[in-house]
């Protein structure tokens, strides 16, 4: 087996022009991406391909000119700031068609965060998948292997034949943020939980009406979990006993999922954790494959939707904040499963009392879910069933979730633009 080496030998590997690609979120090798940072101006137009990366890294501020570059397809905390002065670029897409997108740039080089070897030679991509393990087997792997990484299973594991190299650090992972759910949120998960029967395969996001939702559900029985990002709420369900998977159709038994991102009891629960998958997001998040799910239920936060249901879910006050992930990818899969349901769920305003319910998008914002495909809208004030039905009642169902205080306005803007009559 290849010997662990400095960090400094993945500058034998990269060259110039270079397209090399990074896991998301807790996935990325910070070691091996300041080596690279440290090292920039031996060569230039490399790019790194990464999304949501949690640090702020000095390329992604673009210190490192044209030798090193950001390229961006979900903007996180490490890069929103610099996407928002131009120093890095953004890329659209549906998480699921990620792989297809960076076979298109011609991957050289994936670096990453990995966790062994095994006794058989087998390193795992730890809290990751994603579209990174697609390229096992295509793209040489330079991995950066720390103590904190959990050996997962799936199709994450790399075997050391398949490496470019490889290095040990120290390095730890970033603390993550939670906050306790609000009663807003508490509200919002009520309604949804409502409406999910024992034996639904779920998908939920991250964040604060997810964490209330999932506590809402400890009571349900045989649910299952295919999900794009395996976090604490969906742990503590597991452990709950209400998520056993045994009425899935897909990996019967256990819990899917393409990253994690969580708190260090998450990091322990998964480390040789079998009945958890991590499988790679271009099957994942396939609708196809989520639609031979019966009973699927998606669950995904959104920021603003009009009254014809068209949903804005990746810009804030038509200013670009993440991205599209895979909320169009659930929520069409979910269309097509037998019995399925989706779920966009937002408070009634902002914080400063805006409302999220208009009559028109905010400019500047981007539709995220269509509204063809848009299935029901959650607020405090109740749930709106869209699909299938006509967009004078659309605009109804919606006026009457919208804050109290906005529904008169919403109603004459709706007779105004010709949604009521």
Known sequence: MLP??????????????????????????????????DNCERFTGVRIHQMDPLAPHRYIRGECGDHLRHVGYYLGPGSR????DGACDLVPNHFSEMPLILRRVDPTLVLARAAGPDEHGYFSLGTNSDYTATFIGHVPFFLEVSPEVPFTYGSNLIHHSQLAGWTRTDAGFPDIASRAPSPTDLAIAELVADRISDGCCIQVGIGSVPDALLGALHNHRDLGIHTEVMADGLMNLVLSGAATGARKHHHRNKHVSTFAIGSPELLRWLDHNAAVSMSAVDWTNDPRVIAQEPNFVSINATTEVDLMGQAASETIAGRYWSSSGGQADFARGAMYSENGKAFLVLH?????????????????????????????????????????????????????????DHRDELAFEARRIGLLH
């Open 4 to 37: 662990p080496g400095p960090p400094e030998d993945i500058l034998n590997f990269v060259n110039d022009g270079d397209q090399l690609v990074a896991p998301l979120a807790l996935g990325e090798p910070p070691t091996l991406i300041k080596v690279l940072e």
């Open 81 to 84: 700031q610099a996407f928002w």
């Open 348 to 404: 009634s305003t902002t914080s400063k009392g805006v409302g999220r319910i208009r009559a028109t998008l905010t400019p500047g914002s981007v539709v995220t879910t269509l509204k063809n495909t848009v299935d029901h809208v959650v607020t405090e004030y109740g749930v709106a069933e869209l699909r299938g039905h006509s967009l004078h009642e659309r605009a109804k169902r919606l006026i009457a979730i919208a804050h109290p």
